[in-house]
């Protein structure tokens, strides 16, 4: 889907909305990712193959993956989630830190799998993707949300956080950014005179604040 996307008055998952979600909710703090994957080459298909995970079962596995995409799916820009290895800090970060949130994590793919179930006949990861939305529709957005499913909206939003939080850092996330720090400059003359005039300020006394 494309960053220059408007909100989708129908509710449709995308990343402009789930970013602007994530700046009501606490966003997970930002960890070192293992490496990103190139979505598609045998590199990755061997990635995936070694990888071990920690927490999930293969069926949550699975699910935690396709879900990974739905919220951050691939675009013009960048990779997706699973491209940037968000699934693998995930389980990762839940291992080492959050207990409470692992509950609350395993809960929330238990729940997604139960609707699934009840509503199409089939888990979450075998329901064509437009279902699969409609399941994520109805606890993605908080405000929007039937109070009986508080619980599972808050569970989605640690799911959601972990997502941006793990894609953001990442290598891919960062370039999807266009963040332009951490690089090694020659030499540093100041702000341009563009961006101080904005700011009401001006290097005449320049040689004083390197004093």
């Given at each position: 889907?494309s960053?220059?996307?408007?909100?989708?008055p129908?509710?449709?998952?995308?990343?402009?909305?789930?970013?602007?979600?994530?700046?009501?909710?606490?966003?997970?703090?930002?960890?070192?990712?293992?490496?990103?994957?190139?979505?598609?080459s045998?590199?990755?298909?061997?990635?995936?193959?070694?990888?071990?995970?920690?927490?999930?079962?293969?069926?949550?596995?699975?699910?935690?993956?396709?879900?990974?995409?739905?919220?951050?799916?691939?675009?013009?820009?960048?990779?997706?989630?699973?491209?940037?290895?968000?699934?693998?800090?995930?389980?990762?970060?839940?291992?080492?830190?959050?207990?409470?949130?692992?509950?609350?994590?395993?809960?929330?793919?238990?729940?997604?799998?139960?609707?699934?179930?009840?509503?199409?006949?089939?888990?979450?990861?075998d329901?064509?993707?437009?279902?699969?939305?409609?399941?994520?529709?109805?606890?993605?957005?908080?405000?929007?949300?039937?109070?009986?499913?508080?619980?599972?909206?808050?569970?989605?939003?640690?799911?959601?956080?972990?997502?941006?939080?793990?894609?953001?850092?990442s290598?891919?996330?960062?370039a999807?950014?266009?963040?332009?720090?951490?690089?090694?400059?020659?030499?540093?003359?100041?702000c341009p005179?563009?961006?101080t005039?904005?700011?009401?300020?001006?290097?005449?006394?320049?040689?004083?604040?390197?004093?």
């Open positions: 889907m960053e220059k996307q408007r909100p989708d129908s509710g449709t998952l995308n990343r402009r909305d789930l970013l602007k979600a994530a700046m009501v909710a606490p966003t997970a703090a930002l960890a070192q990712l293992t490496p990103a994957r190139a979505a598609g045998p590199a990755n298909a061997a990635a995936e193959a070694e990888y071990a995970p920690k927490i999930f079962n293969p069926h949550q596995w699975k699910t935690l993956r396709v879900l990974s995409d739905l919220i951050l799916p691939a675009d013009e820009r960048s990779g997706s989630a699973t491209a940037a290895g968000v699934p693998e800090f995930i389980d990762d970060w839940l291992n080492i830190h959050e207990d409470q949130m692992k509950t609350a994590v395993l809960g929330s793919l238990t729940w997604i799998d139960m609707e699934s179930s009840r509503q199409f006949s089939h888990d979450f990861t329901c064509s993707e437009t279902q699969q939305k409609q399941i994520l529709d109805r606890i993605a957005y908080p405000t929007k949300a039937a109070p009986d499913d508080s619980g599972v909206v808050a569970a989605f939003g640690h799911i959601r956080d972990l997502v941006l939080g793990g894609f953001y850092s290598k891919i996330g960062i999807d950014l266009r963040y332009q720090g951490n690089q090694m400059v020659e030499s540093w003359d100041g005179e563009s961006a005039a904005r700011l009401g300020v001006d290097y005449s006394n320049w040689e004083h604040w390197k004093s």
